[in-house]
């Protein structure tokens, strides 16, 4: 008897699957195809990218997270790697091109690895046996440093801006971000990077970027005739309003007659006026108000020679009070000297055409400020990026104390490490190890090939120099010759290289395991607005 076989579908119509090898091997090609996009701006002679929103907005950049966070990559593997990046960038925030070149590499390796039929999850294994004896042997090589280091700390700095838009003035920003650090450095020597505020300024060059030992808000005073500069500023932080809420008053009063008006008005005349007078009393002589200043509160407050702003966000309340010692209080009428905070100065600032108050020379400043400056738009923006990577590797320095050789010469003693591990090891996994041993190579590879050098006589004189035991031997990317990264100051802190062989390897062994890429079809969209949605997330 025939028999009628009607196909099943299990999935709605218009779904995409791709398995087993084609599935990989398309996410292999979409992942190795973003780590091939930042390739080419690794290192001090890396290229920039010039990037174009559809509005035209441009972006000039070397900076391996804003290049892929910029591109709105939009295959599922592919962001998998844009994913490396950001976590290197919240992480560390800095080596986002090297954990993202890593990551390629092992992808294709385990490409090779794959056609020569070796079990994808053999490989997943072997990677994170390897992963693991590199994080372990780094951690060992790796040289101690402190915060009493500062010279070395100022290497830090530098190798983070070399061949950045930061480079003709890194010594002195290396100096300012080095300084900034050690000011804001808690008891127990954590470092947290969003005390250092970085502001940028159009006008003038990078040469007159400065250290601000306090903070610059970007808010003037509230009255004309407030003094514009105040020496020896005792500040007072008030997170609530400097008027009267109308909302109360309607609640509450019904006018009459005009005297009960009059007599209104000069009660809410005498309630502003004790609020002033409150301010004064605890010796107060510069107010920072999170809400609104009553009209009237800033004339009594300029009568009395009080420099006052308001609308200061809850972000920059915190950080005054950091910066000063003062006391955040929304109680106005216990108002007390011990509630204020210091600085040296305070006064009114101009930069271009905005004006700032800057709060200076405080005693003990748990926040300060790094004011950028360059000659256009584009250059601030890529100083900053810059400027940013620096104080996110010194943080990471100083949070484990623990520093590396750059110029390729971590890479080229983990890659011998493992690969020597390799040995204690028998099959497959041996050459999935192998494979990843290989793929670390490709930092020193991609340094010599983006400074026009040949990679293969420089990565072999590399080799011969670990093998004498040189440990931080590593690129000259300048003169093409082996030096010691260590002793010429190309050093970075071991957290870029450990969060970078970390995440490059756990996302190589997710993509690895899927041998099944479901995809449903693509909802209709809605047809976008005119002129609209044109942002880079800027
Ligand atoms: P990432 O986004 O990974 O930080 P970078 O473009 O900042 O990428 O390049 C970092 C790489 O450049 C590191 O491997 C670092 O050791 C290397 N490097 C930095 N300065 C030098 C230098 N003066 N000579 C050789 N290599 C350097
Ligand atoms: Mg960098």
Known sequence: MAQNYQPIFILPEGSERTYGKDAQRTNIAAAKAVAETVRTTLGPKGMDKMLVNSIGDVIITNDGYTILDEMDIEHPSAKMIVEIAKTQQDEVGDGTTTAVVIAGELLKNAENLLSQDVHPTVIAKGYRMAGEQAMSTIEKLSEPISKEDTKLLNKIAMTAMTGKAAEMAREQLAELIVKAAILTIDESGKLDTDDIKLEKKVGFGVDDSELIEGILLDKEKVHSGMPSSIKNAKIALIDKELEIKKTEIDANIEIKDPSQMQAFIDME???????????????????????????????????????????????????????????????????????????GIVEEKKLGDETFTLIGKCKNPRSVTILIRGGTPHVVDELERAVSDAVGDISATLSNGKAVGGAGAAEIEISRA?????????????????????????????????????PIDVLTELKAAHDKGQKWAGIDVFSGKVMDAWKQGVIEPLKIKTQAIKSATEVTELILRIDDVIASSKKGMPPMPQGGMGGMGM
Not at 272 to 288: L, P, W
Not at 428 to 438: I, M, P
């Open 269 to 343: 005349e005498k309630m502003i006026r004790d609020m002033v007078e409150n301010v004064a009393k605890s010796g107060a002589n510069v107010v920072f108000v999170q809400k609104g200043i009553d009209d009237l509160a800033k004339h009594f407050l300029s009568k009395k020679g009080i420099f006052a702003v308001e609308r200061v966000s809850d972000d920059n309340m915190q950080k005054l009070a950091k910066a000063t010692g003062a006391k955040i209080t929304n109680n106005l009428r216990d108002l007390a000297a011990t509630d204020l905070g210091f600085a």
């Open 418 to 454: 493992v690969r020597k591990y390799a040995t204690t090891l028998s099959g497959r996994e041996q050459l999935a190890v192998l494979a990843f041993a290989d793929a670390l190579e490709v930092i020193p590879r991609t340094l010599a090939e983006n400074a026009g050098l040949d």
